[in-house]
């Protein structure tokens, strides 16, 4: 089967990764694995991105298929339990809101630029030859440092999931997967009910 430029995304998000090691500013550029989806999501009622341009689901299929790193093993049921997905989701928004409300300190003043990358939500690695000054306020940095971190957690995750289940076990739990999920759901509900109110008022009439 001949491949399709989507089929090539795996490296954008490779190159994602790797941009925001010599310079934590490119790190707003995952704002579009955010944007992009909840976009298709609302105007197609779909998760297609999930399914067709997800360059990190991508690459744990190279990664964990074509390069034999993965188990290959079922993912246990209760990781696909709702409970934990939406939990997850929840825990997700959580650490996201932390790391804005840590963006508005720097830019209100009241904290300086925290120069770290947060790995797992725990660890505190320094990162500060990532950035080199920028005639934007320090605050912009911040949020960068920030979501570079929540970008790198979610990929060590996703490999750690990878390597003891199959290769796209993250996919399974992914907060933008859920999301989406969810949006869709909604969207689908509402067009039916749309659908039933358009047929209800033809018989009246």
């Given at each position: 089967m001949k491949k399709k430029w989507y089929d090539y995304l795996w490296i954008a998000s490779l190159t994602y990764l790797i941009l925001g090691f010599f310079n934590i500013l490119f790190a707003w550029l995952g704002m579009l694995c955010f944007v992009i989806p909840l976009i298709i999501a609302v105007a197609n009622r779909s998760k297609s991105y999930c399914n067709r341009y997800c360059g990190r689901g991508q690459l744990f299929q190279l990664i964990g298929g074509k390069f034999g790193l993965s188990r290959k093993k079922d993912v246990p049921n209760w990781?696909?339990?709702?409970?934990?997905?939406?939990?997850?989701?929840?825990?997700?928004?959580?650490?996201?809101?932390?790391?804005?409300?840590?963006?508005?300190?720097?830019?209100?003043?009241?904290?300086?630029?925290?120069?770290?990358?947060t790995l797992l939500w725990t660890f505190k690695l320094p990162w500060n030859w990532a950035y080199h000054g920028t005639l934007f306020h320090p605050g912009v940095a911040q949020f960068a440092f920030g979501f570079y971190s929540v970008m790198l957690t979610s990929t060590v995750l996703g490999l750690i999931t990878m390597v003891l289940f199959k290769p796209r076990s993250w996919c399974v739990y992914c907060p933008m997967g859920t999301m989406t999920q969810l949006i869709c759901q909604a969207r689908n509900h509402s067009a039916i009910q749309q659908e039933q109110q358009i047929c209800t008022a033809t018989k009246n009439n």
């Open positions: 990781m696909k339990s709702k409970a934990f997905r939406y939990g997850f989701l929840i825990f997700f928004f959580a650490m996201f809101f932390q790391m804005l409300w840590n963006t508005y300190l720097v830019f209100a003043g009241a904290q300086d630029l925290r120069q770290v990358v």
